[in-house]
């Protein structure tokens, strides 16, 4: 699974997975960062800033918070560097290049999930 997590401005992501994942934030460049947030099996509790995050699990993962402002993708697909994941339009609220989209979220930066 691949979720995609876009938001505007900071906030506390609850997330509820069933194995230990970690979510990663986009980097300018379109890579994460060297350090990602391990999580847990079960519930989660993330302050994140604005930004743009993935999750890659094996297992459907929940992702809620208390703003209004969060959009949510995901997708049993295995990562394909010419794939369509996510929408594109979600990130141009976030000044968000689709290319850098393309770079975080297909094959040549997605680890396997955990």
Do not use: Y
Request: glycine fraction near 8%.
């Amino acid at each position: 699974m691949r979720t995609a997590i876009f938001t505007s401005q900071s906030t506390t992501l609850f997330i509820v997975t069933r194995e230990n994942a970690s979510l990663e934030q986009m980097g300018p460049d379109g890579r994460p960062p060297a350090d990602p947030i391990r999580l847990g099996t079960g519930d989660n509790k993330v302050p994140v800033g604005p930004g743009v995050f993935r999750i890659l699990s094996k297992n459907p993962v929940s992702v809620t918070t208390d703003v209004a402002d969060l959009h949510v993708f995901s997708t049993p697909r295995v990562a394909n560097k010419d794939d369509d994941f996510p929408d594109v339009a979600a990130g141009r609220s976030l000044g968000v290049s689709s290319d850098a989209l393309r770079a975080f979220f297909g094959a040549r930066n997605a680890p396997a999930p955990q």
